[in-house]
Structure formats: structure tokens, C-alpha cells
């Protein structure tokens, strides 16, 4: 897993709390799944990546170049994250969907065809009228996935994406995954095995703010070295 990615001691602190602690990783071929107890820094870390939040100490490199507060807004129009609690605006879904394009200096006409694109993909055609705050938690998932990959981001960075979802509108959301994982790079985080085994070939295992393990998912699932991960792989504490 190297090349898109390079975290050198990375570490990131709340207050007097310390989510990260010392990192250091390369990332670049996928999908990678990011495993660990509730708690244990996964969603730090995707906005560590995202440059939604900037680390305490250490550096982060992407694409060759370190995130500094000047070249951050290069990885924020390069890379999506998605949420576990999808964030919708109180507007339309083409307005939802849209928004992006827009802020980007994209015209209407243009921005409402890739819009309406996006949506299809998702299976959300004959949406674009409707709020997209009266939607269904699946639906209102499904929008804001669609509204991450109109921006045709390099890397999608994914906070349990499945979770809560009943099977159809998971069952979307995988697919569309699958499909955009072809082409670029996905970081997922989820305590689902079986999103893990489907949608992802490398995994990255933290404990407590750590780096436990790293390796294929069949290294970490099927055949663990480390009792940390075993405990985490058998649901044990």
C-alpha cells in the first residue's frame, strides 16, 4: 500500500485527549478498509485525510506534496468523504447534488446534466424535485454519496456508509462503491465484516489511536498474528 498516501509520525490531540498517536503509513493502492473498535481513531483519521482537520504533529503527504495549510484546499477539491450520518441540505435533491458544481464555478445547465447523471447511477431518477430532508436515511445516504462523486474526486474516503441502511439502499451504495473503487482509490472505514470482504483488499487495523496491523484482508481477518486484532475479528473485548 504505498504511493497516493505517506503519513510520518502523525498524531492528533483534542484538548488533553489524543486520538492519533504517531502514525506513520503509505497508502495508495486499494480498496482499504479501516478496522477498529468504536473509538480507536478511524474517523480522525478519514478527515486527517480528507484536510478537513490538519495534525497535531507529524506530516502528512499526498500526492507528493506535504498539507500545509496553503496546499490543503488542493486535497479538499481532489478528494470526497462521505459521512455516517449523511448531511443534507434543507433544499432540493438536484439543489443538494448541485451545490458542489456551483461553488466550483461550474453553469447550471452543465452542473444539472452531471447532477441529474449522478443520480441515475445511484438509482435516485425522479428525485430531483423532492426535499432532500423528507427522504428516507437510505435515500438521504444515497444523495449524499451522489453529491461526493459528481465532483469526480481521485479518492472517496467512506465513515461506515452502510450502516443503519436496509439492504436495498446498501445494497446500492456497495455497488456504486465497487464500481467507482475500478478506477480510484477508497478508504472505507466499518465494522460490517461483510462490507469489509466485499468491498475492500488491504486493511489497516487501529487500536486506541494505534497502528496494530496492516496487511490483505485475509492476513487480518482469516489468519490475525496479533491477540489485539483477534479479540476485535471474534467480538471479544
Known sequence: MSGI????????KYGKGVALDCLTLE???????????????????LKLLAGLEMPSSGTINFKDVDLT??????VRRTVSMLFQEPISFNRSVLENVTYGLKIRGMNGEEATKKASEALASLRLEGFEN???????????QRVALARALVLEPEVLLL??????????????????IQEFAKKNLVIISTHNFLDVRRLA??????????????GTISDLLDNPKDERIKRFVNGEF
Request: with cysteine.
Open 5 to 12: 498516501y505517506k503519513l510520518n509520525n502523525v498524531s492528533k
Open 27 to 45: 497508502i495508495g493502492d486499494g480498496p482499504v478498509a479501516l478496522l477498529g473498535y468504536s473509538g480507536a481513531g478511524k474517523t480522525t483519521l
Open 69 to 74: 495549510e496553503k496546499t490543503v484546499q488542493n
Open 130 to 140: 423532492r426535499k432532500a430532508t423528507k427522504l428516507s436515511g437510505g435515500e438521504q
Open 159 to 176: 465513515d461506515e456508509p452502510t450502516s443503519n441502511l436496509d439492504p436495498a439502499n446498501a445494497k446500492v451504495i456497495r455497488e456504486t
Open 201 to 214: 483488499k488491504w486493511a489497516i487495523y487501529l487500536e486506541c489511536g494505534m497502528i496494530v496491523g496492516t
